[in-house]
């Protein structure tokens, strides 16, 4: 999972960033600024971004927009049509089916039972307690990355021997593969483990982290560790986007540290943050290995997060119509405040770059 | 086991599943007593789990039953092998749907259930039996979970993995015991004359964080007590039988104190090695499989298996089936696919593997008992003998689709109490409300189950 955010990264902040965290001293050659923010549209509108490369979209509009090759987008398009839209709609269709282990056979012949799967979803499943229990953790873990990641980004902004080193060693738990940091959390956590006795020292009593209501911390608190690096990475991005010209100008008018990181770097890094907390939550929302691993199913009911509870459905219960319905029905409680957080923020609207103000 | 970006597609995929105690096998060797079956220019498709403990030999074994194969019919075979449960029901999935793939499939015990209830293998005729070899070949409980009765059954027994108990001779003749508990009472109080907390000894070593242990000695206990859990349609959860149940396997750790408390955190791997370091008496719930490890461990040679207590809780003798239900019925299962072109050649090759010769010699390469009844009897080593006696005395989990739900609902409770457990006790209505829970959703399933 770590590696498919990575590229979505990189894919996102353009081929500007990516220069740049190859060659991060040389910041003083970043392009346009505009890079980064317009080509964050990219995730949402892949089509849009040949637009944002350009120095000056805005000026070009009307010339690309008259030209604009559109039947290139063919081949993508066919390809999004193919392994997004149809399985979306043989979901859609699958969750209005009885179709169970003794309907699977002749799937598309299982009884077609309506609305049925989605009023068991919502009144005779934890599916609402799940939803609520995934979102308020992403949340959480979200609110928590944040500054960590733009501290460790600013305090490895300047130059300083080992940096490269320090840059590094930050990205090892956005490296490692989600299994085997559930695995290693898992063994620290156990009854008697290495968490356990390291509190003890100081007198204190962990109690149990793998059962019981303290695994939605320790599921929060693992995703921390896990995804602090991803903020950062971005963060970086945004800063290195920064031209040299503007830290000139706010030393010459004399601005101390504070006042300028306050008015005249984080308004940088509004955009690829804002972007960096939609992948980060949906990433959360979606993290199935990490809960999976750490608590095993059937989960404690304090972590029964949505990926559990459809992989559950579906595969232990073998109740494949009714887990369609549930994940239709998350989608749609995740998509309402996805879609109002896209329009507050701007980050698919390629006209306004969000980024600059 | 990866989760897709978005949940919309997870229930799409038709990845993955648990509930599958993996595993697999495919046999081997020849013995020419089944009828002819020319099968010169044609290929058999067989899919089965990959052995990790043993990956070399298993490819031995490939090679070797090919070459016996086609000596007998004429035939290829090609194995595919897979990694995880998940993977196999992948297979299964596509190839239920798309009516291609594999022509046999091993299949875990507990899986066979499920995969009867897809209707897409072949529930074998008095004809079909004849071409593995006959019924009578096999042990007869090892046929106990083939199908929902005698005439209707698709799983042919292929190796057995009945659950003992080992103990450390050591400990027990200290403790002034001289045989391994026969009641779970007895169990317990044998359990307390070993356990020294001072020095971190424990009578019982088991998992209580394990994925099956748990419903396996509420299982058990119930059905020695006279409880089936299903009854035709009905869950029989809300038993109080099965609370019973509940109370001595938690009362292990809360009352008897027999049970090292970090156990709440152990899957089945931690308490064999618990086992393996001399600090624990009996291990419970555990295989021949254990055999390897706990041979390189500091008790080699002072330890042996028994099996299990087949008198409930409270009890002074077992119940109905009781006697018979020392283990549930474990092991693996080949079934031929119902799409399959070339039934006759798949039947061929089970014939070959469920052979006296074959099963023995795949005793001796991967250490898993016989299906078949002659050569399950003429097994002769002595640490195998309760091994055998135990594959014996297993009884089947209940035959309905609906079991996977069944056995999550028993599990669910073990996992929900564990806090409780770590307190130090289970409250009453806690646990009341947790089995009701189970109880009712349970049923649900069965109701589907019934319904289909």
């Known amino acids: 999972m770590s590696t498919d955010s990575f590229r979505e990264l990189k894919a996102a902040t353009g081929p500007a960033a990516e220069g740049q965290l190859a060659r991060s001293s040389t910041a003083g050659q970043a392009p346009d600024a505009d890079a980064t923010p317009s080509a964050g549209t990219g995730t949402t509108q892949p089509g849009s971004r040949p637009a944002g490369r350009g120095k000056k979209p805005v000026r070009r509009k009307g010339l690309s927009e008259r030209n604009r090759p559109l039947w290139m987008l063919i081949p993508g398009g066919l390809l999004?049509?193919?392994?997004?839209?149809?399985?979306?709609?043989?979901?859609?269709?699958?969750?209005?089916?009885?179709?169970?282990?003794?309907?699977?056979?002749?799937?598309?012949?299982?009884?077609?039972?309506?609305?049925?799967?989605?009023?068991?979803?919502?009144?005779?499943?934890?599916?609402?307690?799940?939803?609520?229990?995934?979102?308020?953790?992403?949340?959480?873990?979200?609110?928590?990355?944040?500054?960590?990641g733009i501290a460790a980004a600013v305090a490895t902004q300047n130059a300083f021997k080992g940096r490269?080193?320090?840059?590094?060693?930050?990205?090892?738990?956005?490296?490692?593969?989600?299994?085997?940091?559930?695995?290693?959390?898992?063994?620290?956590?156990?009854?008697?483990?290495?968490?356990?006795?390291?509190?003890?020292?100081?007198?204190?009593?962990?109690?149990?982290?793998?059962?019981?209501?303290?695994?939605?911390?320790?599921?929060?608190?693992?995703?921390?560790?896990?995804?602090?690096?991803?903020?950062?990475?971005?963060?970086?991005?945004?800063?290195?986007?920064?031209?040299?010209?503007?830290?000139?100008?706010?030393?010459?008018?004399?601005?101390?540290?504070?006042?300028?990181?306050?008015?005249?770097?984080?308004?940088?890094?509004?955009?690829?943050?804002?972007?960096?907390?939609?992948?980060?939550?949906?990433?959360?929302?979606?993290?199935?290995?990490?809960?999976?691993?750490?608590?095993?199913?059937?989960?404690?009911?304090?972590?029964?997060?949505?990926?559990?509870?459809?992989?559950?459905?579906?595969?232990?219960?073998?109740?494949?119509?009714?887990?369609?319905?549930?994940?239709?029905?998350?989608?749609?409680?995740?998509?309402?405040?996805?879609?109002?957080?896209?329009?507050?923020?701007k980050l698919d609207d390629a006209e306004t770059p969000g980024g600059k103000k | 086991?990866?989760?897709?970006?978005?949940?919309?597609?997870?229930?799409?995929?038709?990845?993955?599943?648990?509930?599958?105690?993996?595993?697999?096998?495919?046999?081997?060797?020849?013995?020419?007593?089944?009828?002819?079956?020319?099968?010169?220019?044609?290929?058999?498709?067989?899919?089965?789990?990959?052995?990790?403990?043993?990956?070399?030999?298993?490819?031995?074994?490939?090679?070797?039953?090919?070459?016996?194969?086609?000596?007998?019919?004429?035939?290829?075979?090609?194995?595919?092998?897979?990694?995880?449960?998940?993977?196999?029901?992948?297979?299964?999935?596509?190839?239920?749907?798309?009516?291609?793939?594999?022509?046999?499939?091993?299949?875990?015990?507990?899986?066979?259930?499920?995969?009867?209830?897809t209707k897409a293998f072949v529930t074998l005729s008095e004809e079909d039996w004849k071409k593995v070899g006959g019924k009578d070949r096999f042990n007869q409980a090892a046929l106990g979970i083939s199908g929902p009765?005698?005439?209707?059954?698709?799983?042919?027994?292929?190796?057995?993995?009945?659950?003992?108990?080992?103990?450390?001779?050591?400990?027990?003749?200290?403790?002034?015991?001289?045989?391994?508990?026969?009641?779970?009472?007895?169990?317990?109080?044998?359990?307390?004359?070993?356990?020294?907390?001072?020095?971190?000894?424990?009578?019982?070593?088991?998992?209580?964080?394990?994925?099956?242990?748990?419903?396996?000695?509420?299982?058990?206990?119930?059905?020695?007590?006279?409880?089936?859990?299903?009854?035709?349609?009905?869950?029989?959860?809300?038993?109080?039988?099965?609370?019973k149940a509940y109370e001595t396997y938690f009362g292990w750790l809360t009352k008897d104190k027999v049970v090292d408390p970090a156990a709440i955190g152990w899957s089945n791997s931690n308490a064999v090695a618990a086992f393996a370091s001399g600090k624990a008496g009996y291990l419970m719930m555990t295989t021949s499989s254990s055999v390897p490890t706990l041979d390189k461990s500091a008790i080699a040679g002072k330890y042996a298996y028994s099996v299990m207590p087949t008198t409930a809780p409270g009890e002074t003798a077992p119940k109905g089936d009781g006697d018979k239900a020392a283990s549930i019925l474990s092991g693996d299962n080949v079934v031929v696919a119902d799409y399959s072109q070339q039934k006759d050649l798949a039947f061929a090759y089970i014939e070959l593997i469920t052979s006296k010769e074959e099963q023995l010699n795949y005793q001796k390469i991967f250490g898993e008992l016989p299906a078949n009844a002659e050569a399950l009897a003429s097994l002769t080593d002595p640490k195998l003998q309760p091994i055998a006696e135990a594959a014996g005395k297993s009884k089947a989990t209940p035959f309905t689709g609906a079991w996977g739900d069944i056995q999550l609902g028993l599990l669910n409770v073990t996992v929900q109490s564990i806090p409780d457990l770590a307190n130090g006790s289970v409250d009453d209505g806690a646990l009341e409300s947790r089995l009701k829970d189970a109880q009712s959703k349970g049923q649900a399933s069965l109701d589907r189950a019934a319904k289909s």
């Open chain 1, 80 to 148: 999004m049509f193919v392994i997004i839209v149809i399985p979306l709609f043989l979901g859609i269709y699958m969750s209005a089916l009885n179709l169970d282990q003794y309907t699977l056979r002749k799937w598309v012949s299982a009884p077609f039972i309506g609305v049925d799967n989605f009023v068991e979803a919502l009144t005779d499943s934890p599916l609402l307690h799940s939803v609520w229990l995934s979102v308020s953790y992403s949340l959480i873990a979200m609110v928590v990355t944040l500054p960590l």
């Open chain 1, 164 to 345: 490269a080193l320090i840059r590094s060693i930050f990205l090892i738990p956005y490296v490692l593969p989600s299994f085997v940091v559930a695995t290693v959390w898992r063994t620290m956590f156990q009854p008697d483990g290495v968490v356990d006795s390291a509190l003890g020292t100081f007198g204190m009593d962990g109690g149990l982290w793998l059962n019981g209501p303290q695994t939605y911390w320790t599921l929060i608190l693992v995703q921390i560790w896990a995804s602090w690096p991803f903020i950062y990475l971005l963060a970086l991005s945004g800063l290195q986007s920064v031209d040299h010209e503007v830290h000139e100008a706010s030393a010459l008018d004399g601005a101390l540290w504070w006042n300028k990181l306050r008015y005249v770097i984080f308004p940088y890094l509004k955009g690829p943050l804002a972007l960096a907390f939609l992948i980060g939550m949906l990433h959360h929302i979606n993290n199935f290995t990490l809960p999976f691993v750490l608590f095993g199913v059937p989960a404690p009911a304090d972590v029964e997060v949505l990926p559990i509870l459809t992989y559950v459905t579906s595969f232990q219960s073998f109740r494949f119509g009714l887990s369609a319905a549930m994940a239709f029905v998350s989608l749609v409680l995740i998509a309402i405040p996805l879609f109002i957080y896209l329009r507050a923020v």
């Open chain 2, 1 to 117: 086991m990866r989760f897709t970006p978005s949940a919309k597609l997870a229930a799409v995929l038709a990845t993955a599943a648990l509930a599958l105690t993996a595993c697999g096998g495919s046999g081997s060797s020849s013995d020419s007593t089944g009828g002819a079956v020319d099968g010169a220019g044609k290929k058999l498709s067989v899919l089965t789990g990959v052995n990790n403990q043993y990956p070399e030999q298993q490819k031995e074994w490939f090679k070797d039953i090919a070459a016996k194969f086609k000596a007998k019919t004429g035939a290829d075979i090609e194995f595919e092998t897979f990694a995880s449960a998940n993977d196999e029901l992948t297979r299964i999935q596509t190839s239920v749907v798309s009516g291609q793939g594999p022509d046999v499939y091993s299949l875990g015990t507990t899986f066979t259930p499920t995969a009867y209830a």
């Open chain 2, 149 to 243: 009765d005698a005439e209707h059954m698709a799983g042919i027994p292929f190796v057995s993995r009945p659950f003992v108990m080992a103990y450390n001779k050591d400990l027990l003749t200290a403790a002034g015991i001289e045989k391994p508990a026969t009641t779970w009472d007895e169990l317990a109080e044998q359990a307390k004359k070993m356990t020294n907390a001072g020095t971190g000894t424990f009578g019982l070593a088991t998992g209580y964080k394990d994925n099956f242990d748990p419903w396996k000695f509420i299982w058990a206990m119930s059905v020695q007590a006279g409880n089936p859990l299903v009854d035709g349609t009905n869950l029989k959860m809300d038993d109080p039988t099965v609370k």
